[in-house]
Nanobody
Framework: QLQLVESGGGLVQPGGSLRLSCAASVFTLHYYTIGWFRQAPGKEREGVSC????????NYADSVKGRFTISRDNAKNTVYLQMNSLKPEDTAVYYC?????????????????????WGQGTQVTVSS
């Protein structure tokens, strides 16, 4: 069973930056597409970004394009989400998830059903 662990969340002021990490225990991540999702209070979980197994292809939600960057280091079995120019509306619990497939179609790569493995989430709060 692939187990994912997120870290790096916290409280940051608007305009600040955070880097989230998603690490796997036991099994290697490098066979999987890794997605980042977030869920704000009272809202549905939404896809933020994803990266294919080699790291050569990435997708971003329109709301984070130009501010967030996803990357992976397969040697360290870790995927990162660098978040810059953070806004209060970025406040949410952020989850990483693993999928055996990759798609450039938002309706597919942001579909939670495509990801059988999930982490527990890390809280990101953007507030002054």
């Amino acid at each position: 069973q692939l187990q994912l662990v997120e870290s790096g969340g916290g409280l940051v002021q608007p305009g600040g930056s955070l880097r989230l990490s998603c690490a796997a225990s036991v099994f290697t991540l490098h066979y999987y597409t890794i997605g980042w999702f977030r869920q704000a209070p009272g809202k549905e979980r939404e896809g933020v970004s994803c990266i294919n197994s080699s790291g050569g292809s990435t997708n971003y939600a329109d709301s984070v394009k130009g501010r967030f960057t996803i990357s992976r280091d397969n040697a360290k079995n870790t995927v990162y989400l660098q978040m810059n120019s953070l806004k209060p509306e970025d406040t949410a619990v952020y989850y990483c998830a693993a999928s055996p497939i990759f798609s450039s179609d938002y309706s597919l790569w942001a579909a939670m059903d495509e990801y059988p493995y999930w982490g527990q989430g890390t809280q990101v709060t953007v507030s002054s």
